[in-house]
């Protein structure tokens, strides 16, 4: 296994209240680590710091390590060369990365401009590419076509292929199935897997779903309160939680684990 | 049997937006709720919950149907304010940000609700509790409170109004996970202890099955399967009522991917001939794609003959 990415006793504070205290987590190429946990635990902070993202007035520190370097000490020029690029974000409503007045190919094709160098019709090819990927019918007309054009699905789908377009290591996705219909989501998490399985992503999926976590991530982690209280492999975590808190969201489960198969 | 408190029959309602086609929203659409019972409407976006929600208080007219609350017939298009089939019902909407005014106390917001049913015993603290808020909550403006919190507010005020039938449109989909199956059983528990209906609507499934006693599973405009929970949830019978719960994830460790349901759903304005829903359907025959099955409880020609279950 090859390391993606560490992270390393990472604190946040925000306005002097403390919101991580001390995260440790370890990303692996062509895996999903799933991170768990209730509401305000965390987990989209931790995504955030990754990326250098955090709300402004933050104060941070420990170490994220990526390709050797710390991220948290990294200039922001540089830093700005890797987030986007090399780590890229998916964020539950996909509103949030998908620019509603510029058409797909606009969104798809400027990243990767920017990042890869690549002419505008290589990259258009590629972005052509890209949409077939994330499986959306008819790939070259969906280029010229706007966000709003697309159902909520399709535009998860778009955005999945932004976050793709600068061929990253790491993709976090926090939450990125919970807007949309179990239909629909049960797409997405087959997207996913795929695309760890064949371009040796490191995904970070941060999902409070546990039936979600139980159906793509390899190794689960379970924050409480800024905090990581367990960290496993999937099926241990899962069925045999050595953590109460953990046992304690598995026991309030809506749906008793192994019961909803029809 | 005692009449239905609402009930729906053969309900049709439609879009009409200038230049665009017509969207047969609803597309005889059929519904019972009684009085103290949770019925559960399930179903992908898009496929006519709200719209059927919003026909039932009258806010959209019906194209052609009835719809009977507490026995009396919904007026079309009920802006007439005193529709006395209208003032027992009451719903609490999906976004807990844009229902509460943001300028008025919410005390006051549910002292609207206790005049519509002229209570003068009750106050706004005493729902505020039921719904287990603090008292003091009374004198507070909604923004300072969580999306959980003001949910709550929105569920005190509705019940403030003493409904018959209480309707909840995805009241839980704009809420944190740990909050969403709290604030279900909570309207669940104090709809029936009210004796009222609840007419609940998700398209989460598994928080449905947690607090409805029967669960109606809508498709494109049309109700295709209805029983009760337990049975729907163990033993579903249309191939779409199998085809959303195979797609729930087992949190069971096992690291199984959902089954994936293949295609998008139709456009309304332009519904699939026969069975609205054999384009996606696994177990598609000929007389599908003609003639669409048009009967209960389970709307598929698979199970044409099976026993009606009192509804
Ligand atoms: N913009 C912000 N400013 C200050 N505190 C915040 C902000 N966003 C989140 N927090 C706090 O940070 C903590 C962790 O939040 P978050 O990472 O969003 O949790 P999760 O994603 O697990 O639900 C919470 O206590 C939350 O209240
Ligand atoms: N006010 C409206 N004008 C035009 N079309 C509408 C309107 N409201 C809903 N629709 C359309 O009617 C169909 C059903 O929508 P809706 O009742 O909101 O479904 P659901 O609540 O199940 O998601 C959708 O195709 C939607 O686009
Ligand atoms: S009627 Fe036919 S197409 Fe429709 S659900 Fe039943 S088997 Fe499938
Ligand atoms: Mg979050
Ligand atoms: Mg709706």
New binding site residues.
Partial sequence: MTTALTIEGLRVS??G?D?LHGVDLTLEAGRVHGLA?E???????TGLAVLGLL?HGSRVSGRITFGGRNLLEMPVRELNEVRGAKIAMVFQDPATSLHPMLTVERQLTEHMRHHLGVGRKEARERAAGLLAKVRIPGPEEALKRYPHQFSGGMRQRIAIAVALACEPEVLIADEPTTALDVTVQAGILRLLRGLCDELGLAVLL?THDLGVMSAVADEVSV?KDGRVVETGPRGRVLREPRHPYTRSLLDALPVPPGENSP | MTAPLLSVEDLVVEHRTPGRPLVRAVAGASLHVAAGEVVGLVGESGCGKSTLARAVCGLHRAASGRIRVGGHPVTPLGLRRRDPALTGVQMVFQDPYSSLNPRRRVGAQIADGLRTAGDTTTSPADLLERVGLPRAFAGRYPHEFSGGQRQRIAIARALAARPSLLIGDEPISALDASAQAQVARLMRDLAVESGAGLLFISHDLSVVRLIADRIAVMYLGKIVETGPTAQVWADPKHPYTRALLAAIPSPDGAGVLPAELPGDVPDPADPPAGCRFHPRCPLVMDVCREREPDFGPVACWLHEREPSVPS
């Fill in positions: 925000i306005g209240h919101v946990g509401s305000g635990s965390g987990k989209t902070m709300p941060v924050m």
